[in-house]
């Protein structure tokens, strides 16, 4: 059973910085895309970050500056370094995976969320 698990979410005060992880575990046979979509009260799911087996990367303009997207895949993981943090970041952070269980076919995973309150 294929698993993604965030951690790293909290309450950061405007201006200050967080680093978020993405752990996926499980029997995979390769992990083609891995990246960041939040979602805020009312709000539709968006994209945050995302990075390619080939560390092609892609921000959503609000983050461009701000946040880094960066993943070890010796380890299956992804993170996302973000800083001078706004209180429109506030959001669920959704880690997220395009990979090929072993012995099926690609498959899109989530992980379960983590909030992100940017406050003073």
């Known amino acids: 059973q294929v698993q993604l698990v965030e951690s790293g979410g909290g309450l950061v005060q405007p201006g200050g910085s967080l680093r978020l992880s993405c752990a996926a575990s499980?029997?995979?046979?390769?992990?083609?895309?891995m990246g960041w979509y939040r979602q805020a009260p009312g709000k539709q799911r968006e994209l945050v970050a995302s990075m390619s087996n080939s560390d092609i990367t892609n921000y959503a303009d609000s983050v461009k500056g701000r946040f880094t997207i960066s993943r070890d895949n010796a380890k299956n993981m992804v993170y996302l370094q973000m800083n001078s943090l706004k209180p429109e970041d506030t959001a669920v952070y959704y880690c997220y995976a395009d990979l090929v269980p072993a012995g099926r076919a690609v498959s899109h995973y989530w992980g379960r969320g983590t909030q992100i309150t940017v406050s003073s």
């Open positions: 499980g029997s995979i046979f390769v992990i083609w895309n």
